[in-house]
Each structure stands twice: as C-alpha cells, then as structure tokens.
C-alpha cells in the first residue's frame, strides 16, 4: 500500500473519533491504539508514517517479534488478548507499554510474583465482562471496583492505570450502550483511586464507545484494511 492508503485511513478515522467526542466535550482527548494482530510489520510502518504512534497485539509472540522488527521507530505497544500464565515471563521480557487485559486475580497474583523477581513494573487496565457473556473474559461489574482495589493496595508491580471492556456482541444498539455505560460508571467510581484510561471501542462501535465515554479506542479493520 501506498503512504496516501494510510493517510487516508487514518485521517477519516481520526475526524470520526474528532466528531464524536465533541458530543462529549471540546476538552474529551481519546487516544488511538492501531490494533495490528492481522497486520504486518510493513503495514505498521505505513501507518507509522501517516502519524500513528500506538499499536496493539493479542499474542504474546506477535507482539515480541513486530516489537523487535520495527525497535527504531518510536512507537508504544499494548498489549490486548488473554495472557495465559506461561507466557507472563514473555510479556515482561516484551515490556508494552500497557497490558490493557489483566482479567483475573489469580492472574494479577501470578503476574505480580514474576514482576517482583524480575524488579520490574508493569501498566495495566483492569478488564471488566460488562456484558456478562460467557465467550468473554474479564471481572464482573459487582466485583470490580473491590477487587481494582486489591490489587492496587496488595500488588504494587502492576500500576493499575483504569478499566477495559469489550462491548456486548449484539445487533442491539442500546444492549451495547449497556456495556460501556456499565464500565463508564466504574471507572468514574475509581478516578478517586488513580484510574485515569477507560478503553472502550473497537472498529465496529468505536462512536459509540466515546459518547459514552471512552477515552482509549482499539481499532483494526478500519485502519488497515
């Protein structure tokens, strides 16, 4: 592809990310994170160079090996999928810059342990099955505040930065606006704990996700393909 595809790409997604937060505030900043799973590395260099500066991976794996390839460009890697517990020491070694999918206690247990030895920290958001759909992973909404706070009070390598959801699956609109509505009320709860990042959106509901608060989107098949 071309540098204009990208700028192209990136520019119409930006102005609809731009139009629906104003229905917010002028003042609501929502940052973008290019999901690449389905990318290669030539693919995140293009959008690199039309201005994208965050990516996201869902394997462990991708994320190390795209990571290595592309070490020069100045770029931010999130982590996004399930983080099986042998691949924890992976996913230090890879070092995101956020590990948006901490879904689980036993989890944050297993991943704190391995921190420590390693004297090092990691950013992440709390993931929250706002849904309550059993093909999802991630804490109940009743649960969540609590146990954000657990972990932030007993788990000091993991910096709990706010919440993550991924919105019902449904054709319903409002059954959608439950979900994010759900994870919004949440993190409005934990801004007093240092939540700072409610990630909500994909490339299917991104608009949406926003006008109900969002501040992080993560967005793949509208910027690559």
């Known amino acids: 592809m071309d540098k204009s595809f990208y700028t192209e790409r990136l520019d119409s997604v930006i102005q609809r990310i731009e139009d629906a937060r104003r229905?917010?505030?002028?003042?609501?900043?929502?940052?973008?994170?290019?999901v690449s799973k389905y990318s290669d590395v030539s693919e995140v260099k293009g959008l690199y160079e039309a201005g994208q500066r965050a990516y996201g991976e869902n394997k462990v794996q991708d994320l190390k090996a795209k990571s290595e390839a592309?070490?020069?460009?100045?770029?931010?890697?999130?982590?996004?999928?399930?983080l099986q517990k042998n691949k924890i020491n992976q996913l230090i070694e890879a070092g995101p810059t956020l590990f948006q999918s901490l879904d689980s206690y036993e989890l944050?247990?297993?991943?704190?342990?391995?921190?420590?030895?390693?004297?090092?920290?990691?950013?992440?958001?709390?993931?929250i099955n706002s849904s309550g759909?059993?093909?999802?992973?991630?804490?109940?909404?009743?649960?969540?505040?609590?146990l954000y706070k657990k972990i932030k009070n007993e788990m000091p390598n993991i910096k709990l930065q706010g919440v993550m959801t991924i919105g019902a699956h449904s054709?319903?609109?409002?059954?959608?606006?439950?979900?994010?509505?759900?994870?919004?009320k949440i993190f409005e709860n934990l801004k007093e704990n240092g939540a700072k990042i409610c990630s909500m959106g994909m490339s299917s509901d991104f608009e949406l996700a926003i006008k109900c608060g969002s501040n992080m989107v993560r967005l793949g098949s509208v910027l690559f393909k």
């Open 171 to 184: 054709e319903d609109e409002q059954e959608i606006k439950k979900s994010f509505d759900t994870t919004y």
């Open 133 to 146: 759909e059993s093909s999802k992973q991630g804490i109940e909404p009743e649960n969540a505040i609590e």
């Open 70 to 82: 592309l070490d020069e460009l100045p770029l931010a890697w999130h982590f996004l999928g399930r």
């Open 108 to 127: 944050a247990v297993a991943l704190n342990q391995r921190l420590v030895a390693k004297e090092t920290t990691m950013n992440a958001l709390l993931q």
């Open 23 to 34: 229905t917010i505030s002028e003042h609501h900043i929502v940052k973008l994170v290019a």
